[in-house]
């Protein structure tokens, strides 16, 4: 059974940081196309990163580099984003999608499995 569950969310202030999880269970994460996205009320799902080929690749949004880290730690099965240096244009949920295709080109909408999101807020 795949599941995927995050935490970490919260609300903070602009400028501050927080850590987003997520574990996986039912499949190897390392071994599939890992992304986070997130979604605000009344706007388009916007893809924040996204880690595959065991790792070695990982790609970011232009609106979060140099600012949002995506990793993945294979021996707990999880998924990481860091986030530092907020801004409120960051206040959405956070969902973590995974695909099992190893060339991870879809768009993250078409990923296979995604979790139930975690709330950020940034005031």
């Known amino acids: 059974h795949v599941q995927l569950v995050e935490s970490g969310g919260g609300s903070v202030q602009a400028g501050g940081s927080l850590r987003l999880s997520c574990v996986a269970s039912?499949?190897?994460?390392?071994?599939?196309?890992m992304a986070w996205f997130r979604q605000a009320p009344g706007t388009e799902r916007e893809e924040v990163a996204r880690i595959y080929l065991g790792g070695t690749m990982r790609t970011y949004a232009d609106s979060v580099k140099g600012r949002f880290t995506i990793s993945q730690d294979d021996a707990k099965n999880t998924l990481y984003l860091q986030m530092n240096s907020l801004k409120p244009e960051d206040t959405a949920m956070y969902y973590c999608?995974?695909?099992?295709?190893?060339?991870?080109?879809?768009?993250?909408?078409?990923?296979?499995?995604r979790g139930q999101g975690t709330q950020v807020t940034v005031s």
């Open positions: 039912g499949f190897t994460a390392s071994s599939h196309c």
């Open positions: 999608a995974a695909d099992p295709s190893p060339w991870c080109t879809m768009a993250v909408g078409a990923f296979r499995y």
